[in-house]
């Protein structure tokens, strides 16, 4: 039996007792799915006050409608697409938001485009812990983020900030398994373009 | 080589990310080793991939948790401040209970409604007598006009009382009328074997002492039935269910014409009345008839010499002219 397939059935028995009224169940499910949730919110919207309520109303609507939770797909991709939801929407309404505080922070560290640049074109992979310790790097990566459009930002934070596969991403996305493959596409090659322009 | 191959770009990332079926996946991998632009663009995509990938992951702020509950609180969505099932259903079943209750005052309201506003109309649309002669009749004497208003028409009826208990019913008036009209005013007692019948010319106070001493046998009465004679073409009267105010009230009108509007007036609402539920209209008469029945005499507008007529003929007070019937029911 795979790690996922035990939490599945984990989340389905949360579920049910979550359903007859067991709080402490309610905050186990809460305790599980919150800072996953958050990250990917705040990868979308790029406002930690924003994502910190997302999520906040992302979990009050999952315990509201949790009695029409039919158990077709799974309750991660259930809560996922309530969260991604309500953030596109968000994001919709408020669509310079996240540049407006990006453009904020915005500086011009030639040694870290440096750095970038030689991550897009060396043979060799770039080095995670070098780009979680280079904030300037973060920065530039999270704005060429915030530069593609809601959708495409969406199937590569669900891709390969959550790390979901193609048939989550479309359940999540309600939205077709090839639609997820050409959008995703798309979107890495637009990211890497822009990522370009930047340095 | 993105033109010979159009969909490079799709294929790459699925390979990348390692949703491609076997046969697609040898053949990416085919395409990989045998050209150099596709590696390259392979790399820079997987680099992309990485950079993303390795953004520091972010925790969801302290008291998340907290805040949630306290929205849900809020909201009353959480179990513990979820009511319980049976007080629920306990509510719900007294919310039930109230909105019946609501639905029949609701219901009796309107038909009272109904039956006031029935009552109403009919008193307003109900078919008149017609006088076939005029109303005032002028005399050609000259110079001489009798104030005919200040003599009181007489009023002339029969009175039929139906009862199960005749005999103590009878006696009962035959009492009232010996201890309450004079002799003069009245004829004996005619016994049969169904009736018994008393006729008076009486004058309406006399009537009226009468009647209120009747009154206190009156739920004794199946049916009390009011004829009242019109001298018109079309006869009597009928007033079934009257009541003796009802009959002091017909019989104290001072002309024909208010005697005659009085009378039908009270038959249509005592028909009303019987017809409708709990007979509260005829409370609602009873209540209101006098307030409803005043009629101004007649004045006398012309500026002609008016003559009053001889004490002597308006001393004459006997007009009642009432026969009460007594019937077995």
Redesign the interface.
């Known amino acids: 039996m795979t790690e996922a397939a035990n939490i599945s059935i984990d989340d389905a028995v949360l579920v049910q007792q979550c359903r007859q009224g067991d709080s402490a169940a309610t905050e186990r499910l809460i305790r599980k799915y919150q800072n996953r949730i958050y990250n990917a919110i705040l990868r979308i919207c790029a406002n930690p006050d924003d994502a910190a309520e997302l999520t906040q109303d992302t979990f009050v609507k999952v315990i509201e409608n949790i009695n029409k939770f039919e158990g077709r797909s799974s309750f991660y991709t259930w809560a996922f697409r309530i969260g991604v939801n309500l953030t596109l929407n968000y994001c919709q309404r408020n669509v310079k938001l996240g540049l407006q505080s990006l453009d904020a922070e915005d500086s011009d560290d030639s040694d870290d485009k440096g750095v970038l640049k030689k991550f897009l074109t060396d043979d060799s992979l770039p080095d995670p812990a070098v780009v979680i310790e280079n904030k300037e790097l973060c920065r530039i990566v999270v704005k060429a983020l915030m530069k593609l459009d809601d959708a495409q930002r969406a199937v590569i934070v669900l891709r390969d900030i959550e790390g979901m596969n193609y048939a989550q991403i479309a359940e999540v996305l309600d939205t077709e398994l090839g639609t997820v493959r050409s959008r995703l596409s798309r979107a890495r090659t637009n990211l890497r373009e822009i990522m370009e322009t930047l340095l | 080589m993105d033109h010979e191959i159009p969909n490079i770009?799709?294929l790459?990332?699925?390979f990348l990310?390692g949703?491609l079926d076997a046969r697609h996946q040898t053949e990416v991998q085919r395409l990989i080793n045998h050209d150099k632009q596709i590696a390259e663009r392979l790399?820079?995509?997987?680099?992309?991939?990485?950079?993303?990938?390795?953004?520091?992951?972010?925790?969801?702020?302290d008291g998340?948790?907290e805040?949630?509950?306290a929205?849900?609180e809020g909201?009353k969505?959480?179990?513990?401040a979820?009511e319980p099932v049976s007080f629920s259903a306990h509510r719900q079943r007294q919310g039930a209970r109230h909105l019946l209750l609501r639905r029949l005052t609701s219901v009796a309201a309107m038909i009272g409604l109904v039956a006031v506003l029935a009552a109403v109309i009919y008193s307003i649309v109900a078919p008149q007598v017609v006088t076939n002669k005029p109303v005032a009749v002028e005399k050609s004497e000259p110079a001489v006009t009798v104030a005919t208003a200040e003599k009181p028409a007489p009023f002339t009826g029969r009175l039929e009382l139906k009862t199960s208990s005749p005999s103590e019913v009878a006696a009962f008036i035959n009492k009232a009328i010996e201890y309450n009209i004079p002799s003069d005013e009245r004829t004996a007692a005619v016994p049969g074997k169904l009736r018994e019948s008393h006729t008076l010319i009486c004058s309406r106070q006399n009537l009226r002492v009468l009647m209120d001493e009747l009154g206190t046998i009156w739920d004794k009465i199946n049916s009390a039935t009011l004829l009242v004679n019109t001298d018109r073409p079309e006869g009597q009267i009928v007033v079934d269910a009257v009541t003796p105010e009802q009959i002091i009230e017909i019989a104290k009108q001072d002309d024909f014409e208010t005697q005659i509007k009085t009378a039908k007036y009270f038959a249509a609402m005592n028909n009303m009345a019987e017809l409708s539920p709990g007979k509260e209209v005829l409370i609602a008469i009873d209540n209101s008839t006098l307030g409803l029945i005043t009629i101004p005499k007649p004045v006398l507008t012309s500026s002609e010499k008016t003559i009053k007529k001889p004490s002597a003929q308006t001393e004459d007070n006997r007009e009642v002219h009432l026969t009460i019937t007594v019937l077995e029911h």
């Open positions: 770009d799709e790459l990332n699925s990310d949703e790399q820079v995509l997987r680099n992309c991939k990485r950079l993303v990938s390795s953004l520091p992951y972010a925790e969801a702020p998340m948790l805040d949630i509950k929205s849900l909201k969505l959480t179990p513990s979820a």
